[in-house]
């Protein structure tokens, strides 16, 4: 199945919704027995957040670098609307380790970063630094107007994320795949099982939209995508026969209950506040 370069509706409302208060609905409720093509599983990857009210997961990034493998695991809780913590911790693998895939010393190397929708709080533990700021403002006007083609239009979540993280990458999707997925040549290849959960196997080639260090024909990227829902489950990248970046949840959780002090973010006594 080849790509479809003329998908464009990461912003695109499923349904209009008059009341900005008012729940969404996915536009696809499910997708069929066999492999989708490309244009559907996009949309229904566009409404992933809009299938469930909680949610507890865990990823896991490694990353090959000069300074060896990198493990950083990131934990997300999030409560539509606007409630989300993450802790995220980044440990670097000792190759002198009896055990070749034991993560090395992570003590006190932890940052937070917690939002009610209005607020957003951080905390880096390694430096005692603490923040205290209002959530990043939604864009406005014309740019939602229905009128403009699909690449001018934006999509609103009914959760915010930290930009550029994988939570957002994994639980928002459809930007990924209308600004990078599908300018590559990307086709559906099968499936697979990730957190044991069904997946969906997407392969994207040589993307127009990377990381200069990527610009390569032999880049190539692949994507599991949880078939009931649509977030991302597992995000591979390699150059040549090298695997450089494999991402992938290792626990997910749907609709999972909320302890009351799930999105409290208390500061030690010694942390300092910058702003």
Known sequence: MSANPAWDRAGSLPVP????????????????????????????????????????????????????????????????????????????????????????????????????????????????????????????????????????????????????????????????????LSTGDCRVTGTAVVAARQAIVVECAHPRSIERVADRPDFLLRISVDRADGVILRLEETIGDQVTRDARVTSYAPNAPMPPAAFELRYPPDTTLIY
């Open 17 to 180: 919704v008059a009341d900005a208060g008012a729940r969404r609905t996915p536009e696809l409720a499910s997708l069929p027995e066999e492999l989708p093509p490309l244009d559907a599983l996009f949309t229904f990857m566009r409404d992933a957040e809009l299938r469930f009210e909680t949610l507890r997961m865990r990823i896991e990034e490694h990353t090959w670098t000069a300074r060896g493998e990198e493990i950083t695991a990131s934990e997300v809780t999030l409560r539509h609307p606007g409630a989300v913590q993450i802790l995220t911790t980044t440990t670097v693998v000792d190759p002198d380790s009896p055990d070749p895939g034991a993560p090395g010393d992570a003590s006190g190397a932890y940052e937070a970063w917690v939002s009610d929708g209005t607020t957003v709080q951080t905390y880096t533990a390694s430096r005692k630094l603490g923040t205290r700021r209002p959530a990043r403002p939604m864009v406005r006007g014309i740019a939602d107007d229905h009128d403009l083609p699909g690449r001018s239009r934006f999509y609103v979540p009914r959760t915010q994320l930290p930009m550029e993280s994988l939570a957002e990458l994994f639980i928002h999707p459809g930007g990924y795949c209308q600004n990078v």
